[in-house]
């Protein structure tokens, strides 16, 4: 079965960290991009960040200098670690994966997605 399984969400404080996987089974990881989506309530989804195959990174400015995206290819899993979060953070993330290339900071082809994993920023 293709598909990308995430963990990692939760709640924090406000300024804590938090690091989302994203598990690929099935295909390989490595053979693609890679993206991170949120949906906060109410709003349409929207990108954060993206890897591209030949290892470029690209960040949303509201996420930039707080967020990394990378990959472990021994491990076919894919990450986003999330520092001083802020309660604007707060959303359902998705990684997704497909294609080779970014639009900027946004995954340019989404073949594959993950269920999705809540992460709630609150004192």
């Known amino acids: 079965q293709l598909q990308l399984v995430e963990s990692g969400g939760g709640l924090v404080q406000p300024g804590g960290s938090l690091r989302l996987s994203c598990a690929a089974s099935?295909?390989?990881?490595?053979?693609?991009?890679i993206g991170w989506f949120r949906q906060a309530p109410g709003k349409e989804r929207e990108g954060v960040s993206c890897?591209?195959?030949?290892?470029?990174?690209y960040y949303a400015d509201s996420v930039k200098g707080r967020f990394t995206i990378s990959r472990d290819n021994a491990k076919n899993t894919m990450y986003l670690q999330m520092n001083s979060l802020k309660p604007e953070d707060t959303a359902v993330y998705y990684c997704a994966a497909g294609g080779y290339g970014c639009s900027g900071y946004v995954l340019s082809q989404r073949d594959y997605w993950g269920q999705g994993t809540q992460v709630t920023i609150s004192s």
């Open positions: 890897l591209s195959r030949s290892s470029n990174t």
């Open positions: 099935g295909f390989t990881l490595d053979y693609y991009a």
